[in-house]
């Protein structure tokens, strides 16, 4: 399954994950007299029968020791109340101890070991989904082998969240 997201890009403070069905094998789908004649509901069906390999739902932020923090949603939408995007929210908000956002918190602060904007962090956030895929570590630390090194992400992070 993992092998299906390869990329975590940043558009518009909304993440979208890039799927390769390529790497398991679908290539194309070619259409049966049925889904000719009724493309629409040939169509649902066949979206149902693909949504194993559908984007989850809730993409997410753990932070501390064990990542057992919650550190918000990464792809809600940002009027959602545990949107990272949402300003007022806990998760959105600079002075928030739970944020991302707070330059001197433990999760967005340049010095601390748990920060995505941490240079030296070993323990930063990390980005799972809802069915418990790990994505990578959200950090500047881009020695660490877990770091997300998409340069969408980093950009993202030094120039909106790390400031």
């Not at 995007?85 to 101890?97: A, E, K, M, T």
């Not at 920060?115 to 790990?134: K, M, T, W, Y």
Request: glycine share 6%; aromatic share 10%.
């Amino acid at each position: 399954m993992q092998a299906l997201f390869k990329t975590i890009a940043l558009c518009s403070g909304i993440i979208f994950l890039q799927n390769s069905f390529a790497n398991i094998g679908v290539t194309s789908f070619p259409m049966s007299s049925f889904e000719q004649t009724n493309p629409v509901l040939a169509g649902m069906i066949r979206a149902q029968e693909m949504n194993q390999y559908m984007l989850p739902s809730k993409i997410m932020i753990f932070g501390g020791n064990n990542h057992n923090v919650y550190l918000g949603c990464f792809n809600c939408s940002n009027i959602a109340p545990d949107s990272i995007f949402n300003q007022v929210s806990p998760y959105g908000s600079s002075i928030s101890q739970q944020s991302i956002y707070n330059t001197i918190g433990p999760y967005g602060s340049e010095v601390s070991d748990l920060s995505a904007c941490s240079e030296l962090a070993q323990h930063p956030p990390i980005i799972v989904d809802n069915r418990g895929n790990f994505y990578g570590s959200l950090t500047l630390n881009n020695i660490l082998p877990t770091a997300i090194k998409s340069p969408q992400i980093i950009e993202w992070l030094e120039r909106n969240v790390c400031t």
